[in-house]
């Protein structure tokens, strides 16, 4: 690891946050070596029609970075015996999505290994509109079927690792079902409240308080709002809003076994599925970079969203423990930060 020291560090942000143009973009980076907040930034508007800077006590979205809420959610649910890693999907879905074969369970779902199709293509134009339901009409998981309907199998489930949000959705289903209890009110009190992230929420993108960032897309010659892109409230595939100062709270609380028990976090952070090429696995509902042991990552991007945040806890006689969250207001805002940061900070594999 090359940058040791807390200039160093201070210096890197600099750097890259004035290579970001806040006419372009805007965002937010915090971060913490080894017990100690060594840099935070913001940049640009919180939004744009009025111009008032961003602050780092402002909240962004997660895109898919709020993944791993969802997956401690139902993981959760493990814990307490509700749900079981093999539970199968179809013992929850009865006549609902009758094309999900009867062998795909829930750690399917959570290491993207189903081999079910997504609903959503990843690789469309940033600006496309991606759903064909009304976006102001998906708030509960319920309100998903029409769009889980395109979740057919592909191939068996257990092959390698493929990426997918409606899997993230289907597994919201399933805690909702399961538990009893609405899906974002699970994740509050079996993740945000444990972790004691009071800034973290989902919102409604058509009623953000005034200390949430807007989300921007660039269309022809226009920056527009994303609200009519996205869901009017985050599902289980992504979209919770969140302050770089909860991040640092939500890592520490997970490994501390604060969300979820000791042995469900090491299952949660022990590689379960991994690409052909090792460039990245997953265990479940985490990002783990094998080039990189030990780093835990949650990385989202959508339409006007970027978002990254990573952890590495300390090791004994090892570098200190370093977190890093950087969030953006476009899907590009983000990726200048953390390629300055990421490898110098020992986050990421060369």
């Known amino acids: 690891m090359a940058v040791v020291t807390a ?19 805007a965002g937010v980076v915090r971060v913490r070596l ?10 640009g508007a919180v939004d744009r029609r009025w111009g008032r800077p961003l602050t780092a006590d402002d909240r962004l979205a ?40 009867d062998d795909v369970t829930v750690e399917h779902l959570l290491t993207h290994t189903s081999g079910l199709a997504d609903v959503i293509d990843d690789d469309a134009d940033e600006d496309a509109y991606l759903l064909d339901v009304p976006v102001h009409a998906l708030v509960s998981p319920e309100d998903y079927l029409p769009v889980l309907v395109g979740c057919v199998p592909q191939r068996p489930p257990g092959g390698p690792p493929e990426y997918r949000n409606a899997t993230y959705v289907l597994l919201s289903l399933l805690a909702q079902r399961a538990s009893g209890v609405p899906f974002h009110d699970l994740v509050r009190a079996r993740v945000l409240g444990p972790a004691g992230m009071a800034r973290t929420d989902f919102l409604r993108s058509d009623e953000l308080p005034a200390d949430a960032a807007i989300g921007y897309v660039r269309v022809g010659d226009v920056w527009r709002s994303h609200v009519l892109h996205l869901p009017v409230i985050a599902g289980g595939d992504g979209g919770a809003y969140t302050t770089v100062a909860d991040m640092e709270r939500f890592w520490d609380a997970l490994l501390a076994g604060r969300i979820v028990p000791s042995t469900l976090v090491t299952e949660a952070t022990t590689p379960h599925a991994a ?13 783990l970079p094998p080039r990189v042991p030990g780093v835990i990552l949650l990385v989202g991007e959508d339409t006007g969203v970027s978002f990254w945040s990573a952890h590495r806890p300390d090791v004994p006689g090892g570098p200190p423990e370093v977190t890093v969250t950087v969030a953006g ?22």
């Open 62 to 101: 997660m895109a898919s970075g709020s993944k791993g809420f969802t997956a401690l959610a139902v993981l959760s649910l493990v814990a307490d015996g509700t749900l079981d890693l093999g539970t199968a999907a179809r013992d929850l879905l009865g006549d609902d999505l009758p094309a999900i074969p």
């Open 7 to 25: 200039a160093e560090v201070t210096g890197l942000v600099e750097r890259a946050v004035d290579e970001d143009d806040p006419r372009e973009a």
């Open 34 to 43: 080894g017990g100690v907040v060594v840099a935070e930034r913001a940049w």
């Open 275 to 287: 690409s052909a090429d090792g460039a990245y696995a997953y265990g479940l509902g985490l990002g």
């Open 329 to 350: 207001t476009t899907a590009g805002a983000a990726w200048p930060v953390v390629q300055a940061l990421a490898g110098p900070l020992g986050l990421a594999g060369g």
